[in-house]
């Protein structure tokens, strides 16, 4: 059985930082590309970052580009997601997920309904 759990969400001020880890379960993540997600109430689903399986190639959303850094470590199956100057518009509720396309897994895809497998999301609330 599959699971990716995150943390790390929580209550920050504007300009702080927070660092979400999303841990998988039940099968190598090490093998799949993996992307970070987010939806603040009333707003569609955001594409905020992906990578490839190896960590080599990575992508990020326009909204966040410089403040935030995904990264994995792969002996631990855990994706993170380091978010600098986090400002008000940041808040939301951040997703990780996981793409088990096999042809895809040196790449990424930043569209949503690519990924297979997504974790229960983590509350970040950034005050102004």
């Known amino acids: 059985q599959v699971q990716l759990v995150e943390s790390g969400g929580g209550l920050v001020q504007a300009g702080g930082s927070l660092r979400l880890s999303c841990a998988a379960s039940?099968?190598?993540?090490?093998?799949?590309?993996m992307g970070w997600f987010r939806q603040a109430p009333g707003k569609d689903r955001e594409t905020v970052a992906a990578?490839?399986?190896?960590?080599?190639?990575?992508y990020y959303g326009d909204s966040v580009k410089g403040r935030f850094t995904i990264s994995r470590d792969n002996v631990k199956n855990t994706v993170y997601l380091q978010m600098n100057s986090l400002n008000p518009e940041d808040t939301a509720i951040y997703y990780c997920?996981?793409?088990?396309?096999?042809?895809?897994?040196?790449?990424?895809?930043?569209?949503?309904?690519?990924?297979?497998?997504w974790g229960q999301g983590t509350q970040v609330t950034v005050s102004s």
């Open positions: 997920a996981l793409d088990l396309t096999y042809w895809r897994r040196n790449s990424y895809s930043t569209a949503a309904h690519d990924y297979d497998y």
């Open positions: 990578i490839s399986s190896s960590g080599s190639n990575t």
């Open positions: 039940g099968l190598s993540a090490s093998t799949y590309a």
